[in-house]
């Protein structure tokens, strides 16, 4: 059994490899969630001057997608992060993140036009903007050794109300697509072909929310124990001082 003192160090070596990533990794890293953050900030902005010049929802869509389809492809990047160790997060979560946002906006919003007005794409264009403004801006403090309490606060907390709000909207998106694309017959293929293999995007739309079912509890609970980690960590600390 090792000594209090050689637990102590094994505890001080596994903060320090957390703390410590290799300098080009960090200054990668760096760039990347403060241009994410940048590039979410000007969503915000451009939705917030879209709204109150034209005092409506119809056509906000169409004016951020752009910048939208941008930077929420460039996250894609994240898996990668994940896979090569250049961060501590599990690829399996943030590659059904990413991938479940990804379906959204080339899949769902991009492909089905008639959608793109519905009130449910704001209700999840917000969530995702606040969470990933405030998300990439605790990375890139965090990075800097320079995090502001209210950040991680707001990490750590605003997930709880925007995660259900982000998932309700892309969950009424998709059903509202439902009968656009049934009718339409969009992205699918029909027997008989002569690769004798057969594609319902209905049926696939369907599949995916139902998928929320088991998947979505899955990265709130990553969430929550995310949460449970930082801020009760800190106040276990509080206690034995
Ligand atoms: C083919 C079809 C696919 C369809 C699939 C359908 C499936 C549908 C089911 C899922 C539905 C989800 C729908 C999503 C809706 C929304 O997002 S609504 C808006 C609200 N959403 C959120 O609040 C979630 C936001 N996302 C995240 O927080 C992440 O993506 C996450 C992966 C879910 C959790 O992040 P994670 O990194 O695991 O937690 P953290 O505590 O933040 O970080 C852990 C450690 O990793 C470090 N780190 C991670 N990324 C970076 C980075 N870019 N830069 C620097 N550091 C990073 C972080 O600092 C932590 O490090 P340590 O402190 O050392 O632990």
């Not at 409506?56 to 389809?69: A, F, N």
């Not at 961060?87 to 946002?101: D, L, P």
């Not at 264009?125 to 991680?152: C, D, G, M, Q």
Request: proline share 3%; hydrophobic share 45%.
């Amino acid at each position: 059994m090792a000594s209090s003192e050689e637990d102590g160090s094994a505890e001080d070596k596994e903060n320090n490899k957390k703390k410590t990533k290799r300098p080009f990794v960090t200054a990668w890293l760096t760039i990347y969630n403060i241009a994410m953050t940048a590039g979410w900030m000007v969503l915000a902005v451009a939705m917030i001057r879209f709204y109150i010049q034209k005092g409506t929802h119809k056509g906000l869509y169409k004016s951020i997608s752009r910048t939208l389809k941008f930077f929420q492809t460039f996250a894609l990047l994240e898996i990668f992060h994940c896979a090569f160790g250049m961060v501590r997060t599990s690829v399996i979560v943030t590659g059904v993140q990413v991938c479940s946002r990804i379906f959204m906006v080339w899949f769902v919003t991009h492909s089905i036009k008639q959608i793109q007005n519905e009130e449910s794409v704001v209700l999840f264009l917000v969530a995702w903007t606040v969470t990933e403004i405030t998300r990439y801006s605790f990375y890139t403090f965090s990075l800097l050794n320079h995090l502001p309490y209210f950040i991680k606060w707001a990490r750590y907390n605003l997930f709880i109300v925007l995660y259900p709000v982000g998932v309700a909207g892309e969950l009424l998106t998709i059903y509202a697509a439902l009968p656009y694309v049934r009718k339409s017959g969009m992205l699918s293929v029909r027997l008989p072909n002569k690769y004798n293999v057969s594609f319902d995007y209905y049926i696939c739309l369907i599949i995916v929310m139902l998928s929320y079912i088991p998947l979505f509890p899955q990265l709130f609970f990553h969430m929550l124990r995310q949460r449970r980690k930082v801020l009760h960590g800190e106040v276990m600390v509080e206690k034995e001082d």
